[in-house]
C-alpha cells in the first residue's frame, strides 16, 4: 500500500502543480490583475460567465491588455489557451496584424528572450467564439512571461475569454 501511495503521489504530483497561473484569466473581477493599454470589461458578450475582456480600435492601433508572471523555478514549458471573437476586425497590412492572444519571454534584465514567438492565435473579419492552444518551450534564463490579448496593428472588436496558462516541468 505504501508503495502505491508514494507512487501515485509521483505521478499527481505535477499535476498539482499545473494550473492557471493567471490571475482573473475568467475577467469575472473586470481588469483585475491585468496591465490595460486599450481593452475593457464587457458584460455584454462574453463566452462563458458574466463578462469577457473587449479590445476595440476605429484605426490601426496596438491595444489590448497584458498580465506578466514569473515563470516558476524548473518549469521547461508552458501551455496557453484561450477563447476568441471578432468582429469586424480588419488586419493591418503585414500577416501578423490581426487580434492576438501572443506570448513573450523576459530574463533577469527586462530582456526578450527568444524572440517573438508564434502567437497563440490570431483572427480577423467576424467570427465566433473560437479555442485556441499552443505549448511553448520556455527559454532558458526566462525569469517573467507576458500573456496579451490585443489587436496588433489593426482595428475592429476583440473578445478574449477563459484565459489559461499552465507552467510545465
Known sequence: MRHFLTSLLFVCAPLALAGNALVNGDFENDLTGWVVWGGSASQQVHRSGEKACMVRATAPS????????????????????????????????????????????????????????????QIRGTLGWARYERSYEIPAG????????????????????????????
Open 62 to 121: 496596438w491595444v489590448g491588455v497584458s498580465q506578466t508572471l514569473t515563470v516558476p523555478e524548473g518549469r521547461t514549458s508552458a501551455r496557453v489557451s484561450g477563447w476568441m471573437k471578432a468582429d469586424s476586425l480588419k488586419s493591418g497590412k503585414e500577416n501578423w496584424e490581426r487580434g492576438r492572444l501572443s506570448v513573450e519571454f523576459f530574463g533577469a534584465k527586462g530582456d526578450t528572450l527568444g524572440g517573438y514567438p508564434p502567437a497563440v492565435g
Open 142 to 169: 526566462t525569469r517573467t512571461f507576458k500573456l496579451g490579448c490585443a489587436l496588433g496593428n489593426s482595428y475592429g472588436t476583440l473578445y478574449c475569454d477563459d484565459l489559461a496558462v499552465e507552467f510545465l516541468p
